[in-house]
């Protein structure tokens, strides 16, 4: 298998001449995954991209898409995945292609030379699946691979889905604990709530954890990245602190990392003593590329109590706890252990709708403007997924280029013949101050009480008003906006008040009467413009 070094970079273009790309979308050949990579929905937004689609039959079936839904859309529905292997210029998948468990053929050995490919694949799992990959000179682009950055968010499959299973393992601890998550007091007597301990506070944790509190659970979370503390207790939950002689497990990406032996021991012990207290634990604790690390040993097992349950979410990566067994549910010392690997496939309905996405934000990510497939290796995000470019290996990528922001403004070192800065000069304001002294004095002395009075409540409303307006923070603007309309109907009422009061040679209390209710009524009405705009925002 040829090897291209990380180091270069550059732009390949495969145009596909005036036939327009045809993208294949296969059934799932393991039998317990129901997702699917393409949806009715992304088949019109495939072909509104200039696109061509073939959908294997029964393809989104799992999922609760039939095949008349793909053609009404507009994708041909073909009888076999043969026939879309040897029809499309690109495949898509959820699954890495694997050997099918009733004719024992590896899906592989369908593809075509230089055919392109989008799947999960998990190269560093997969080796041997990427050797035969590259032996077609195939073009593969790995879904797991996303860079963590803002700008690939639209592109993260692994966020999506990691999302959807942190929610379904609340779900399915609930039904395995076998009473209420949350607190109750009833004429029977009262109930505690469930204690839920979280062990990794990534997309699926956090999941996790908004799922157990809002029904009722009390919710501790534990993660060895310090800086997820702020996300944890923002939902409701409590963090379990950790430290350990200046070691973290932090790595690159916002990722977890391999630790050392005194490290993972000192874990286990502060975790299984956690575990004793708890009814209910989820571990979602992974390292890219690495075997998932053993953090709740047989002996954390046996002080657990009897009925509580353990959701092991890196079961597929050889689980977290010692006792996990892949694929199924078993009892330990009176404690249940998840170790299902298929929860996504119990939600297959939305999680083929959030992967489908991806793939198309994906799809058209390439393509560009020009709607033609041109792979842009110099691109951060692109570099990033492809694992083989017609057979060449280009994983794992070059590591980011870390660009240094740019450097604080320095003064410029005073000259010697520079005049030193004056002080500002407090007389312009003194001055201020004197001539509204000078105006308002003798109209406090021999004004009419009623002006007067009118006079200050004006002035302190403006004082007031300056300071609880610049003083309020940016995120409360639009209930203050609310609450200026508010005020805005009571002057309205006050000047319409004030304009019919029909005082006989004094014409100058209903003039003002009527610029204020001109003025408020501008307010009122904008405000409301305004206001209407910002929620129409929210709507689908």
Known sequence: MAEETGASAQTTSEEVGDKALLVGVLKEVDPREKRVAATPASV????????????????GAGAGFEDAAYAEAGARVLPSAEAVWQEADLVIKVRPPMEHPTTGRHEAELARKKQRLISFLWPAQNKALVEQLAAHEMTALAMDAVPRITRAQKLDALSAMSNISGYRAVVEAAFGYGRSLGGQVT????????????????????????????????????????????????????????EFSGETGEGKGGYAKEVSEAYLDAEQQLIGDHCRTSDIVITTALIPGKKAPELITSGAVVGMRRGSVIVDLAAEQGGNCALTERDKTVEHYGVIINGHTDLLSRMALQASELYANTIVNLIEEILGKERVWRLNLEDEIQRGMVVLHEGKLLWPPPSPTIRPGAPAPQKPAAHASAKPEVPSSPWPARIGMLIGLGVLLPIGLFGQRDLVQHLTVF?????????????????????????????????????????????????????????????ASINVAGGFLVTQRMLRMFHR
């Open 44 to 59: 019109e937004r495939l072909l509104k991209l200039g696109l061509e689609v073939a959908v294997e039959s029964g393809a």
């Open 187 to 242: 004429a029977a007597g009262r109930v505690k709530p469930a204690q839920v301990f979280v062990i990794g506070a990534g997309v699926a944790g956090l999941a996790a954890i908004g799922a157990a509190r809002s029904l009722g659970a009390q919710v501790k979370a534990f993660d060895t990245r310090p800086v997820v503390r702020e996300q944890v207790e923002s939902m409701g939950a409590q963090f379990v602190p950790f």
């Open 459 to 519: 002035l302190l409303a403006c004082v007031v008003g300056w300071h609880v307006v610049w003083n309020v923070t940016p995120a409360l603007h639009t209930p203050l906006m609310s609450v200026t309309n508010a005020i805005s109907g009571i002057i309205l009422i006050g000047g319409m008040l004030l304009s019919a009061s029909g005082t006989v040679g004094v014409p100058v209390a209903a003039i003002l009467g009527a610029v204020a209710v001109l003025l």
